[in-house]
């Protein structure tokens, strides 16, 4: 079963993720900037559906169904990222210059970073993987106060990275 | 250690800034605080002491459930300070057991 | 005041919800809370709650709860706080205890939405300041915006540990980690995963074995567990911790549905004894109703829509609504419940809790 992975470690797998309806192809991937939706069980939940104003995210009845992302109808504008309430939905684009692509991800965490910051991009584990560069950090009032970091990083890690080390994560305080 | 700032809660705002006594010695609190909450605050640890052993108790639950967190308030023993609030000039002892009407 | 036509004890989201459904069918309504501040758990929710966008889905716990504050407001409930509810006697009277005196409040029905409260796990060293229940962490943190310590060790992984975990980092805090007994993870996987991202361990099949320090956390000593959940010599270990958390658990507070003569059921997975109730929240004593986890261990989401519940059932029975009206709003908030119980983590919830909620019905007034 797809969530076993992530019910035994906490987070899933590269293998296990494109098993789901959420996660783009490769040659959307290659496209353009899309969502990749990491939802991997069914937990009744479908805030995604309701705000992609392109119909590109369907979860239907019951809601526990696993959201299923429309590759052609996603335009990557990013809104679902910071509608999902588990902060699992991630924005990325392999085409934002050679060797590089563009990691969105939703951050609620003091200090935020700013544009132009030297970060230490983490996987899924949260083991920095390489360094990235922020690029931009957006805190609209419909976020609701969820900050959505866009961070760039060498074209490899795009399936990989999925935030970046909190500063006082290991060191007793902030 | 209080939050002043929260990535949810925001800012913490501008309260009016109270003194109470606790064990004798004085303690900044602020309008709203529960007396736990302000001793948490300035770094207590300890809140009573058990009857047999004088071991000290923390807080535990933070509801008002568990009475690990009372304190003689004003002299009434058994207060539980993690609901109640604080009021200038509250005179706070440390008690044994089941305390003491002081 | 000495009377009214229904008491609510317990001012959390399933208090609140029921309080607006009768005050909103026009009956008089006396909601009771022994806290200084209504909302129960909900202000500690800073995170956004799941379920059907339709349903406040994507909503903090916060927002959720200065919304039902509002409409208590509007409706024209009237709040008691401070105030404790300490026992319910013949011919529905409540005893309650506040600002120095005790009267007795007769109430023509009563919605007991008392909540739960955390289990505990004794192990060598749990007394000493510095172990806390994981709620407790999060009342001081959201709610008080204090924090008691910055080295946080978590125990257990179900849905209030990860989120308590994952709301310490957001505080400010560091933790060291969660340790879970079972060989796998209690709670919702994005809720691990937002923890996991940023490198907090989660080790199964681990416990603690017993705490350091003197006079106040100072670490714990972890320890492997086998298949048969026995502590394995050798692989113990020692952490750093300043603060233990235990999120084991939580169990209905039930004294009041005690006191009254209440039916009861034992489901530990619902948290212990549960008062036995139908689909109309009511319980073997007729005119008065349960909801939320007093009703057995569920989520916010499931309080506000049992609240909601009982509520109509009550004002149905004091004749405030009409059978059809009531049918109707009461088959939706159906339909919603049994939607939040779908699902691998709900459905088992549902299998619980439905069998003991037969269908009996309250069909006419009084």
Wanted: glycine share 12%.
């Amino acid at each position: 079963m797809p969530a076993e992975g992530i019910g035994k470690r906490g987070y899933c797998t590269l293998e296990e993720l494109k098993g789901t309806p959420g996660c783009p192809g490769d040659e959307r991937l290659c496209r353009g900037a899309v969502a990749v939706i990491e939802c991997l069980q069914e937990i009744p939940c479908n805030p995604c559906e309701e705000v992609c104003p392109h119909g590109a995210i369907t979860v239907g009845e019951p809601i526990t169904n696993l959201p299923v992302l429309a590759e052609d109808k996603c335009c990557g504008c990013g809104l679902c990222l910071a509608a999902c309430p588990g902060l699992a939905i991630f924005l990325v684009d392999v085409t934002s210059g050679p060797g590089e692509a563009e990691v969105s991800f939703p951050f609620e965490f003091l200090p935020l970073p700013e544009a132009g910051d030297g970060v230490a991009a983490v996987n899924r584990n949260g083991d920095i993987v390489t360094a990235g560069t922020v690029l931009s950090v957006t805190n609209p009032q419909r976020n609701d106060r969820t900050p959505i970091v866009t961070i760039s990083i060498p074209r490899e890690f795009a399936m990989e990275v999925r935030g970046i080390t909190i500063p006082h994560r290991g060191k007793g305080q902030r | 250690m209080r939050i002043t700032d929260h990535p949810i809660l925001g800012r913490e705002k501008p309260r009016k800034e109270i003194t109470i006594t606790v064990d004798g010695e004085p303690v900044t609190a602020y309008e709203g605080d529960m007396i736990a909450a302000a001793l948490v605050a300035a770094g207590w640890r300890h809140f009573r002491l058990t009857r047999r052993h004088g071991e000290p108790r923390g807080i535990f639950c933070a509801i008002g459930r568990c009475t690990d967190c009372v304190m003689n308030v004003n002299g009434r023993p058994n207060v539980r300070t993690c609901i109640t609030p604080v009021e200038a000039g509250m005179v706070i002892t440390t008690q044994t057991g089941s305390g003491e009407w002081t | 005041m000495e009377e009214t036509d229904a008491a609510i004890i317990g001012a959390g989201p399933a208090g609140l919800a029921a309080a607006i459904e009768v005050a909103r069918a026009g009956g008089r309504v006396v909601l009771i809370d022994e806290n200084s501040r209504p909302g129960g758990q909900l202000f500690k929710q800073i995170h956004k709650f799941f379920g059907s966008r339709t349903h406040d889905a994507g909503v903090r716990g916060i927002t959720i709860a200065h919304h039902l504050l509002e409409e208590c407001d509007r409706f024209g409930v009237t709040t008691l706080l401070d105030t404790v509810a300490y026992g319910i006697f013949a011919g529905n009277g409540i005893g309650l205890a506040g600002g120095g005196r005790t009267w007795t409040l007769h109430a023509r029905r009563i919605i007991l939405a008392a909540g739960a409260s955390e289990k505990a796990l004794p192990f060598p060293g749990w007394t000493l300041p510095g172990v806390m229940g994981a709620g407790a962490l999060q009342t001081m943190m959201n709610v008080h915006r204090v924090l008691p310590g910055r080295r946080i060790l978590m125990i257990g992984s179900g849905n209030v540990g990860l989120i308590v975990s994952y709301q310490a980092l957001q505080a400010g805090a560091d933790v060291v980690a969660v340790v879970e007994a079972a060989p796998s993870i209690g709670g919702y996987g994005v809720h691990a995963a937002k923890i996991r991202r940023t490198g907090i361990p989660i080790l199964t099949s681990h416990t603690v074995k017993r705490v350091l320090g003197d006079d106040h956390v100072e670490g714990a000593e972890l320890v492997a567990l086998d298949e048969g959940w026995h502590p394995i010599e050798g692989t113990e270990r020692q952490v750093p911790a300043d603060t233990i958390c235990l999120s084991v658990g939580l169990t209905p507070l039930t004294e009041l549905a005690r006191m009254a003569g209440c039916r009861f059921t034992y489901v530990p997975a619902l948290g212990g004894h549960v008062p036995l109730h139908n689909w109309d929240m009511q319980t073997s004593r007729d005119t008065l109703y349960v909801a939320g986890d007093i009703a057995g261990i569920e989520e916010a989401s499931t309080a506000l829509e049992e609240g909601r519940l009982a509520g109509m059932a009550a004002a149905r029975s004091l004749g405030l609504l009409t059978e059809g009206d009531a049918a109707s709003k009461k088959a939706d908030i159906r339909k919603r419940l049994v939607s939040l119980r779908e699902g691998p983590f709900g459905r088992l919830r549902r299998e619980l809790k439905e069998p003991f909620m037969k269908g009996r019905e309250i069909t006419h007034a009084g």
